[in-house]
């Protein structure tokens, strides 16, 4: 078994997306038993947690983000007892697990919300939600004109068991998508409850989505700059995260709150991480931060310093199930991402990307805390931009008008072994084609392919976490950065390291070193190429 020290302080977390890790049964979705086929590539990527998004009972407007059932499997996936023995099979391979929650809202199939419909205005149910009368003398504009986070409409309006037109409900996603009303005590002893449902079957840690948006203003007023949002990071959040955090304490074995944070304001971000909170967060101010090193280290700096005071550890993420594929963002004119940048048929140099994606990995895998991989990341996967709409089934492409190309470009199921689609995905002889296709030109890019190329992306991901592990100087701690051109960012991590990245034109000289550790491309006479990366062994200071 995993020891009980504060591992989510240094740890590797790899993101599971188990729609399209790996799928066990041939229908061309990926599930729990293709998780337990594939633990043995985890295991040898030398992560140290494996996060998976949902994979409860949902009808799947938002891909499982609307959750009918926290306490059961989707058939889709699976069973309850096939998790629980993935979690100890996991365990065994000394790999830890966490497991999303979702508790901004629900599916429109949770039972709570089936009865708040069909027992009608006076259901007690209603109370749960948001139901609310419309404006306007037959009630039949919205209660606010608030945006979507999605885009589009925050209501909806339901029809009375009689056929008259009823109530609003307020869903900041989808319509699929009812919020709870956290001012419910119902609604937080149910969320406590599945806490424990979980950390009672061993899972080390859990995932916290749209961290931010529980709580909102009761008396609904429209969002003005001058003022509070009425929903984005109101101060009551905090007193549901520090009843969660007791939860978590009261388990042995050093049980984790991983909040999906998003903020522009670093102070309020760290809020979130006070010492009764939660334990880390996400930082997304890295992820979307320009492969510029003014920018880089401006945000690396920013994270550092928000985190000290409340002696909390950075995480460092390059992608995840909702961004575009690093990969593909690094190839660009503009390299940030942004979700309201986000269009289609922009032009992307993959062979650029993917080298600056190489330098990023030492970067992030580098610096002091902890570090997510998403899935396929360790291959060089890039966003597939060319689904056809017919095929397309994130809810963002809809609700944005098709402006916003969505999520699926990475999600797309990952490649294995083989030469051709599915790449192993699918058991052989599979009836049903994989649910998003894939790029013909992953053959290069399996898992397979790509094993024992001292070259490749996964090789390369299988050294740094190999390094990452054996050296004292990296995981959790501080820096020093050291002297370096404009261009390239370096710094020290003691004992006897140092992280140099090349984000210039220019090939630079390395500085004094007794020996190159890991680089992630070829040196050349002792110089470091542009987009490139190295780890140092130094003298100690």
């Known amino acids: 078994m995993v020891d009980s020290s504060p591992w989510w302080r240094s740890a590797v977390i790899y993101q599971v997306y188990p729609r399209s890790f790996a799928d066990g049964d041939g229908d061309g979705i990926g599930d729990v038993a293709g998780i337990r086929s594939r633990l043995d590539h985890l295991a040898a990527l030398g992560v140290d947690a494996i996060w998976f998004s949902p994979w409860y009972p949902s009808p799947m407007a938002d891909a499982g983000y609307d959750v009918a059932d926290h306490r059961d499997i989707d058939p889709v996936f699976g069973t309850l007892a096939e998790v629980e023995a993935l979690i100890t099979e996991a365990h065994a391979l000394g790999v830890r697990t966490i497991v999303d929650v979702v508790p901004n809202h629900c599916s429109e199939a949770h039972p709570w919300f089936r009865a708040a ?26 209660p606010t004109d608030w945006t979507g986070e999605f885009g589009g409409p925050t209501w909806t309006r339901t029809t009375d068991p009689d056929g008259t037109p009823g109530d609003w409900y307020l869903h900041l996603f989808a319509p699929q998508q009812p919020d709870f009303n956290w001012d419910h005590p119902r609604v937080r002893a149910e969320f406590e409850a599945i806490l424990r449902f979980w950390f009672d079957r061993g899972v080390d840690g859990i995932r916290i989505d749209s961290a931010g948006l529980l709580v909102k203003d009761g008396t609904l007023p429209e969002v003005h700059p ?111 991402f942004s979700f309201a940048a986000k269009r289609e048929g922009i032009p992307t140099d993959l062979e650029l990307g993917t080298r600056r994606a190489r330098a990023a990995a030492l970067l992030s895998l580098a610096l002091p805390g902890a570090a997510y991989v998403y899935q396929g990341e360790e291959l060089g996967l890039w966003e597939v931009e060319d689904i056809p709409y017919a095929l397309r089934q994130d809810p963002m492409w809809e609700r944005s008008g098709r ?56 090789e390369l991901y299988r050294a740094a976490l190999a390094l990452r ?73």
Request: with cysteine; aromatic share 10%; glycine share 10%.
């Open 226 to 336: 001058d003022r509070p949002h009425p929903f984005h990071d109101r101060d009551g959040v905090h007193d549901i995260y520090r009843a969660w955090r007791r939860i978590a304490d009261s388990y042995p074995g050093g049980r984790a709150l991983v909040g999906e944070v998003w903020l522009p304001d670093r102070q309020r971000f760290a809020d979130y991480l006070r010492p009764d909170e939660l334990h880390t967060a996400f930082n997304f101010d890295f992820l979307g931060c320009a492969w510029d090193a003014a920018a880089l280290r401006e945000s690396i700096d920013g994270t550092l310093g928000a985190h000290a005071p409340v002696d909390a550890p950075a995480t460092w993420v390059l992608s995840n199930h909702d961004v575009t594929r690093h990969v593909t963002r690094y190839g660009r004119a503009d390299t940030r």
């Open 117 to 142: 419909l069909t027992g009608g205005p006076d259901a007690p149910e209603r109370e749960l939600f948001w139901f609310r009368p419309g404006r306007g003398p037959d009630g039949d504009l919205p």
């Open 403 to 458: 402006v916003d190309p969505g999520r699926d470009g990475c999600r797309v199921p990952l490649p294995w072994q083989g030469d051709t689609p599915p790449f192993g995905f699918s058991p052989d002889g599979a009836a049903a084609a994989p649910w998003l296709p894939q790029p013909t030109d992953w053959k290069d890019r399996t898992v397979r392919a790509q094993t024992g190329d001292p070259h490749s992306m996964l």
């Open 469 to 541: 592990r054996a050296e004292p100087a990296l995981g959790d701690g501080t820096l020093t950065w050291l002297p370096a051109p404009p261009p390239v960012l370096a710094f020290a991590r003691e004992p006897g390291f140092a992280c140099l990245v090349n984000l210039g034109a220019e090939a630079v000289a390395l500085p004094a070193h007794d020996r190159v550790l890991l680089a992630s491309g070829p040196l050349h006479d002792d110089r470091l190429p542009p987009d490139t990366a190295v780890w140092l062994r130094t003298r100690p200071a």
